[in-house]
């Protein structure tokens, strides 16, 4: 069975690129390009892994974080936030959240990949 990767970014291209990749890989790919929609397809979805954008309208990634750590199902699945804001307190401040990982913007498909390896158990 495929490891399930949802990805929540508000950039369509960025979506369709990294879903394709992801797909590619060999993993089952979900998308949401806000965060409503993410948060009402996370307990349908069940992913085994979240990629999230911090700048997001509305709610950012840190919040999505936090309020994705208080459902039950998602306390133990890793979260990698993604942003173009790299700091040691952008950092800090994803941990905080419930981050996982951290991956800085702009990252090339096998940067991901590798911090996705890093983070999700390898099926046998």
Not at 55 to 61: A, D, F, L, R
């Given at each position: 069975m495929k490891q399930k990767i949802?990805?929540?970014?508000?950039?369509?291209d960025l979506l369709t690129y990294l879903k394709t990749f992801l797909e590619d890989q060999?993993?089952?790919?979900?998308?949401a390009g806000d965060v409503q929609s993410?948060?009402?397809?996370v307990p349908s979805e069940k992913p085994d892994l979240v990629c999230l954008d911090i700048?997001?309208?509305?709610?950012?990634?840190y919040?999505?974080?936090a309020q994705l750590r208080l459902q039950d199902k998602m306390k133990d699945v890793p979260i990698i936030l993604l942003s173009s804001a790299y700091t040691t307190d952008t950092v800090r401040q994803g941990k905080i959240a419930g981050g996982s990982g951290y991956v800085a913007k702009p990252f090339t498909p096998g940067e991901l990949v590798t911090e996705i390896k890093k983070l999700l158990p390898q099926n046998v």
């Open positions: 949802l990805i929540i970014d508000d950039e369509p060999g993993y089952e790919v979900c998308c993410a948060l009402k397809m700048m997001m309208p509305i709610m950012n990634g919040e999505v974080c």
